[in-house]
């Protein structure tokens, strides 16, 4: 990949996405650029990845080729406000809940991808929808593309479906990590050694998402194949129905996409 890559914060998923490039080896750690607020932040991130921290936003935008916007919702006035980025730049937005037009209205007529990326990046697993405003060429979404699909899976879709995305797959990797949880606490409720139990549930994890994405199947009929009559799958099944398993989650992307909705507005 050319040019370098400025992230403007890296906080948790910043880090996450430094770490997927640079483990991806389409991006050397010297052409990441960092400016964060906290200094302390800063030392850390280029001691441990060797990539090149910036004295303040100014010089990250005009060393920067592509500029990724990962500071948190409530900071981006005091991170944008004022900022000149000129046109021939690529600027990436992964902050959950914020417009293109709101973006647009700190950053005026620049090319701006918004993007709704997950954690599992760091370890090339990552989900990440994308939508771009008017002034993104071709050839820019081509960029912005390569640098997600280096960490993992990548759709364009229109910027009105990207809070259902941030509910969905952006907050998602904690949902599962909660099931993962709660799968280990019950293997340890019925006698299994903590390092076991959390193995067995997150391998198990695992495969169940790799069947549903290599077999194409429904994950109805996938469940189907597991529950045998009478047998021990339906026994367990039938109490995650009666205490609304998938009622919660449903409620859990709600929540999360309002939640995101509502983020824009602060
Ligand atoms: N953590 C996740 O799983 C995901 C996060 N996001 C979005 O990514 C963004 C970052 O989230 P996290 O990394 O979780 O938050 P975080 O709080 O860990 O990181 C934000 C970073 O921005 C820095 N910062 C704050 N104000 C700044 C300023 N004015 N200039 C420069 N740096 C500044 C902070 O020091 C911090 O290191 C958020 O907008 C969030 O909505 C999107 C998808 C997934
Ligand atoms: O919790 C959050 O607000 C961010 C956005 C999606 C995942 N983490």
């Known amino acids: 990949m050319e040019g370098n890559i400025g992230f403007l914060g890296a ?18 750690p010297e052409r990441i650029l960092v400016y964060d607020i906290r200094r302390e932040r800063l030392q850390e991130l280029e001691q441990t990845y060797g990539l090149q921290a ?28 004022g900022l000149q980025v000129g046109k021939e730049k690529l600027v990436i937005s992964i902050i959950a809940g914020v417009t293109l037009a709101r973006l647009a209205s700190y950053l005026g007529e620049v090319p701006v991808v918004r993007v709704v990326p997950n954690t599992p990046a760091l370890v090339g697993e990552g989900m990440t929808a994308l939508a771009a405003n008017k002034f993104v060429r071709p ?7 390569a640098i997600f699909c280096s960490v993992g899976r990548v759709m364009v879709l229109p910027e009105e479906q990207l809070n259902a ?49 290599a077999t194409g199947e429904h994950p109805g009929v996938l469940k189907d194949k597991v529950t045998s009559p009478a047998g021990t799958t339906i026994a367990g099944l039938a109490v995650l129905e009666d205490r609304g398993m998938r009622g919660a989650i449903i409620r859990a ?12 507005k602060e």
């Open 165 to 213: 995305v941030t509910g969905l797959s952006g907050s998602g990797p904690a949902y599962i990590y909660m099931l993962i949880e709660a799968l280990a606490d019950g293997g340890v409720r019925q006698g299994l050694t903590r390092p076991v139990a959390l193995e067995l549930a997150a391998q198990t994890v695992l495969g169940a998402a790799r069947m549903v994405l």
């Open 54 to 81: 910036m004295t303040g936003r100014e010089e990250l935008v005009r060393k920067a080729d592509i500029i990724i916007l990962a500071v948190k919702p409530q900071n981006v006035k005091e991170a944008l406000g």
């Open 11 to 28: 906080g948790a998923m910043g880090e996450a996405l430094i770490r997927g490039l640079v483990q991806s080896r389409q991006v050397p």
């Open 139 to 145: 050839e820019a979404l081509e960029k912005a593309m």
């Open 253 to 264: 992307v709600e929540a999360a996409t309002l939640r995101a909705e509502s983020l824009s």
